[in-house]
Each structure stands twice: as structure tokens, then as C-alpha cells.
């Protein structure tokens, strides 16, 4: 009996440390699991679940860079060609490539000019929307992420691919524009022009994802918050290009005849006075003070709502 007892008891003992010896190696595992995710952090989880997005945007500064070097080294020079052998010989049956040269490069500034909305729907629809519809951002914060550390990533990896490729697709846009004016068809003034020659198409960019961002969290809906972001940030551009003029003083000049601006000039209005003609207009060293104000309005808009998404968050998983 007592052998008996003895063997139970050291079959217990057996199972009772069994047990524990299971508990700590499945506590070890998930002490590891928890410092795999701590190791890899957020901006790693957030280039992993938006990669496709990360890949599509990269796949789009590579195609309008080679497409603008190739207008510019290539078509550029076939359509200088071609305008010179319409004029000796009069054959111009090539002479459409002026035209298609300007086209092509007007459609890549318009690209350039409303890339902002894909932004924007991309941040309303999955980058907020999305997971706070299916609970993924729930779960990131069961996992000892914070909700404003959680936000924090979520806007800091697109903002910096954005700005990285957008500073890339401007400098190329500016050089390829300036190469060969002459055969452009449109000036400075032209709206996507004017916003695809400097800092306000990143300007435009992050501000979509601010907006959008914060469509989502307010929203809770991946297609209210991408309808809503891309509306907004639409009505932002339309009203900023409306009143694009306004934003510095113009130049007003008289004349007893005809005015005459300087070349390249944005006229505004003109007419007739008590001083004779008149004429109101920017001439195109106004481009620059025109540009950054506006892209300081852009900027001040995108802080406000960073700044109302990080509020509304708060809030609510106070």
C-alpha cells in the first residue's frame, strides 16, 4: 500500500511538474512572441500590411520619371527634328508630335496635380477606415501598442514615402517642363503646372493623408471616410485655385496705348482709367510667392486635422 501510495504520489509530483514545465515553456513562447512584434514595431507592421500601396506609389515615381526623361531626351528631339523638316520642305506630316509632346506632358502634370486624391482615398479608406471597421486596430492596441503610438506610425511611414517620391517626381517635373518650353503648348499659370513645379504637390499629398486619416477615425467606415477625404481635400484644391491670384499682390501697370507685360505674364484683368490702359497681372517672378503661400495654407490645413485626429482618438479610447 505504502509502495502504492508512494507511486501515486511520485505520479503526481510527475504531473504537477509536467504541467508547470508546459506553463513556462508557453509562457517563454509568448514572452517571445510579444518581444518579436516589440522588436519589429509598428513602422514595420505598417509597411507589411500597406505594402501593395507602398509598391503602387513607387511604381508610379518610377513610370512618370522615365516617362518624363524619355519626353524630354527623346520625343523632345524628334519633334524639334520634324518642326525643322516642316519648315524647309513643307512635308509636316510629323508636325503632330508637337502637339503630342505637349499633351503628354500636360497629362503627366495632370496626374501629378490630382495624385493627392488617391491619397487621400488610400488614408480614409485602409489606412484608418479599414481597421477600425474590421477591429485590426483594436488588436494592435491589445498588444501593448498604444492608440497614439499606433496613429503616430500610421501616419509617419506614408508621409515619409510620400514626401521621398514626391520630392523626386517634382525636381524631375521641373527639369523636364523647363527643357523644352518652347514646344510645351501651356505656361506656368496652367493649374496642375503651377502645382507640379514645387513643394505644394507634397504639400497637397500630406495633407489628403491627414484629412483622410481623420475621415477614418471620425467615420469608423472604409467607404464614408474614402468618399468624405477625397470630397474634402477636392474642395480644398478647388477653392486654394480659385483664389490662387489673391494671394499676392499683383502688378498693376498704365499706359497711354497698349499695355505690354512682361513675357509669360498671368493677366488678370485690364481695361480703361482716368491714367489711360490699365492692366493687372503676376508677372512669373510671382510664381514662387504665389506657390509658397499656398503651400503654407495647404500645410496649416493638414496640422489641423493631424492635430483633430489625434483629439478624436483620444477621446474616444480615453
Given at each position: 500500500m505504502n509502495s502504492v501510495n508512494g507511486v501515486n504520489s511520485v505520479n503526481g509530483m510527475s504531473g504537477t511538474s509536467g504541467t508547470s514545465g508546459t506553463s513556462g515553456v508557453n509562457g517563454t513562447s509568448d514572452m517571445r512572441g510579444t518581444s518579436g512584434i516589440a522588436l519589429g514595431g509598428l513602422p514595420r507592421t505598417v509597411l507589411r500590411l500597406h505594402r501593395r500601396a507602398l509598391l503602387v506609389w513607387a511604381a508610379f515615381v518610377v513610370a512618370v520619371t522615365g516617362s518624363l526623361v524619355w519626353l524630354t531626351e527623346v520625343t523632345a528631339d524628334a519633334t524639334r527634328k520634324a518642326d525643322l523638316v516642316c519648315r524647309a520642305t513643307g512635308s509636316c506630316g510629323d508636325s503632330f508630335l508637337a502637339l503630342s509632346y505637349g499633351d503628354a506632358n500636360r497629362l503627366i502634370g495632370t496626374a501629378l496635380g490630382h495624385g493627392f486624391l488617391a491619397v487621400a482615398a488610400f488614408a480614409g479608406a485602409a489606412l484608418t477606415g479599414r481597421?477600425?471597421?474590421?477591429?485590426?486596430?483594436?488588436?494592435?492596441?491589445?498588444?501593448?501598442?498604444?492608440?497614439?503610438?499606433?496613429?503616430?506610425?500610421?501616419?509617419?511611414?506614408?508621409?515619409?514615402?510620400?514626401?521621398?517620391?514626391?520630392?523626386?517626381?517634382?525636381?524631375?517635373?521641373?527639369?523636364?517642363?523647363?527643357?523644352?518650353?518652347?514646344?510645351l503648348g501651356h505656361d506656368w499659370t496652367s493649374a496642375?503646372?503651377?502645382?507640379?513645379?514645387?513643394?505644394?504637390?507634397?504639400?497637397?499629398?500630406?495633407?489628403?493623408?491627414?484629412?483622410?486619416?481623420?475621415?477614418?477615425?471620425?467615420?469608423?467606415?472604409?467607404?464614408a471616410a474614402l468618399g468624405t477625404a477625397v470630397a474634402m481635400t477636392w474642395?480644398?484644391?478647388?477653392?486654394?485655385?480659385?483664389?490662387?491670384?489673391?494671394?499676392?499682390?499683383?502688378?498693376?501697370?498704365?499706359?497711354?496705348?497698349?499695355?505690354?507685360?512682361?513675357?509669360?505674364?498671368?493677366?488678370?484683368?485690364?481695361?480703361?482709367?482716368?491714367?489711360?490702359?490699365?492692366?493687372?497681372?503676376?508677372?512669373?517672378?510671382?510664381?514662387?510667392?504665389?506657390?509658397?503661400?499656398?503651400?503654407?495654407?495647404?500645410?496649416?490645413?493638414?496640422?489641423?486635422?493631424?492635430?483633430?485626429?489625434?483629439?478624436?482618438?483620444?477621446?474616444?479610447?480615453?
Amino acid at each position: 500500500m505504502n509502495s502504492v501510495n508512494g507511486v501515486n504520489s511520485v505520479n503526481g509530483m510527475s504531473g504537477t511538474s509536467g504541467t508547470s514545465g508546459t506553463s513556462g515553456v508557453n509562457g517563454t513562447s509568448d514572452m517571445r512572441g510579444t518581444s518579436g512584434i516589440a522588436l519589429g514595431g509598428l513602422p514595420r507592421t505598417v509597411l507589411r500590411l500597406h505594402r501593395r500601396a507602398l509598391l503602387v506609389w513607387a511604381a508610379f515615381v518610377v513610370a512618370v520619371t522615365g516617362s518624363l526623361v524619355w519626353l524630354t531626351e527623346v520625343t523632345a528631339d524628334a519633334t524639334r527634328k520634324a518642326d525643322l523638316v516642316c519648315r524647309a520642305t513643307g512635308s509636316c506630316g510629323d508636325s503632330f508630335l508637337a502637339l503630342s509632346y505637349g499633351d503628354a506632358n500636360r497629362l503627366i502634370g495632370t496626374a501629378l496635380g490630382h495624385g493627392f486624391l488617391a491619397v487621400a482615398a488610400f488614408a480614409g479608406a485602409a489606412l484608418t477606415g479599414r481597421e477600425l471597421e474590421s477591429g485590426t486596430a483594436q488588436l494592435a492596441w491589445m498588444q501593448g501598442f498604444s492608440p497614439l503610438r499606433w496613429l503616430t506610425a500610421k501616419l509617419t511611414v506614408p508621409a515619409l514615402a510620400l514626401t521621398a517620391g514626391g520630392t523626386v517626381l517634382v525636381l524631375v517635373y521641373r527639369w523636364s517642363w523647363a527643357a523644352d518650353r518652347d514646344l510645351l503648348g501651356h505656361d506656368w499659370t496652367s493649374a496642375d503646372v503651377f502645382t507640379a513645379r514645387g513643394p505644394l504637390l507634397v504639400a497637397y499629398a500630406l495633407c489628403a493623408l491627414a484629412v483622410g486619416a481623420l475621415a477614418g477615425l471620425l467615420l469608423r467606415r472604409s467607404l464614408a471616410a474614402l468618399g468624405t477625404a477625397v470630397a474634402m481635400t477636392w474642395l480644398l484644391s478647388l477653392v486654394l485655385s480659385g483664389v490662387r491670384s489673391q494671394l499676392w499682390p499683383a502688378v498693376t501697370r498704365h499706359a497711354q496705348g497698349r499695355v505690354h507685360g512682361p513675357a509669360h505674364s498671368w493677366y488678370l484683368r485690364s481695361g480703361h482709367d482716368a491714367h489711360g490702359s490699365f492692366a493687372v497681372y503676376h508677372p512669373e517672378s510671382h510664381f514662387w510667392p504665389l506657390h509658397l503661400v499656398e503651400t503654407g495654407i495647404v500645410l496649416a490645413v493638414a496640422a489641423v486635422a493631424t492635430t483633430a485626429a489625434y483629439a478624436v482618438l483620444r477621446r474616444r479610447t480615453a
